[in-house]
Protein backbone atom coordinates (compact mmCIF):
# COMPACT_ATOMS: atom_id res chain seq x y z
CA UNK A 1 0.00 0.00 0.00
CA UNK A 2 0.96 3.55 -1.05
CA UNK A 3 2.47 5.60 1.94
CA UNK A 4 -0.51 7.72 3.70
CA UNK A 5 1.96 10.51 3.06
CA UNK A 6 1.77 10.62 -0.11
CA UNK A 7 -2.13 9.44 -0.24
CA UNK A 8 -2.54 12.59 1.62
CA UNK A 9 -0.55 15.34 -0.26
CA UNK A 10 -2.12 13.94 -3.69
CA UNK A 11 -5.61 14.29 -2.29
CA UNK A 12 -4.46 17.90 -0.57
CA UNK A 13 -3.20 18.84 -4.10
CA UNK A 14 -6.29 18.00 -5.61
CA UNK A 15 -8.57 19.76 -3.79
CA UNK A 16 -5.95 22.71 -3.80
CA UNK A 17 -6.71 22.72 -7.55
CA UNK A 18 -10.42 22.43 -7.56
CA UNK A 19 -10.03 25.84 -5.65
CA UNK A 20 -7.71 26.86 -8.06
CA UNK A 21 -5.42 27.93 -4.85
CA UNK A 22 -1.69 28.62 -5.40
CA UNK A 23 0.35 26.38 -2.44
CA UNK A 24 1.57 29.73 -1.08
CA UNK A 25 -2.66 30.87 -1.11
CA UNK A 26 -3.41 27.47 0.55
CA UNK A 27 -0.56 28.23 3.03
CA UNK A 28 -1.82 31.62 3.84
CA UNK A 29 -5.16 30.84 4.48
CA UNK A 30 -3.92 28.00 6.89
CA UNK A 31 -1.67 30.25 8.48
CA UNK A 32 1.48 27.67 7.97
CA UNK A 33 4.80 28.58 6.63
CA UNK A 34 4.71 28.65 2.60
CA UNK A 35 7.15 26.21 2.29
CA UNK A 36 5.38 23.45 3.83
CA UNK A 37 2.77 22.96 1.24
CA UNK A 38 5.72 21.49 -1.27
CA UNK A 39 6.67 18.94 1.40
CA UNK A 40 2.78 18.07 2.42
CA UNK A 41 2.12 17.29 -1.16
CA UNK A 42 4.83 15.57 -2.27
CA UNK A 43 4.53 13.46 1.02
CA UNK A 44 7.77 14.17 2.86
CA UNK A 45 6.26 16.17 5.96
CA UNK A 46 4.68 14.44 8.78
CA UNK A 47 1.73 16.45 9.62
CA UNK A 48 0.41 17.14 13.09
CA UNK A 49 -3.40 17.25 14.39
CA UNK A 50 -2.87 21.00 14.24
CA UNK A 51 -2.10 21.51 10.37
CA UNK A 52 -4.82 18.69 9.80
CA UNK A 53 -7.24 21.01 11.49
CA UNK A 54 -6.23 23.99 10.01
CA UNK A 55 -6.36 22.47 6.11
CA UNK A 56 -9.79 21.02 6.94
CA UNK A 57 -10.91 24.51 7.90
CA UNK A 58 -9.46 26.00 5.07
CA UNK A 59 -11.62 23.83 3.12
CA UNK A 60 -14.80 24.02 5.16
CA UNK A 61 -14.77 20.16 6.03
CA UNK A 62 -14.46 18.06 8.57
CA UNK A 63 -11.15 16.22 9.18
CA UNK A 64 -12.65 12.67 8.49
CA UNK A 65 -13.98 14.34 5.17
CA UNK A 66 -10.55 15.53 4.30
CA UNK A 67 -9.28 12.35 5.23
CA UNK A 68 -12.00 10.48 3.67
CA UNK A 69 -10.38 7.73 1.27
CA UNK A 70 -6.66 7.96 2.13
Do not use: C, H
Amino acid sequence: MEDIKIRFGRRLRELRLEKGWSQETLANLAEIDRTYIPGIESGKRNLSIVVIEKLSSVFKMEISDLLKGL
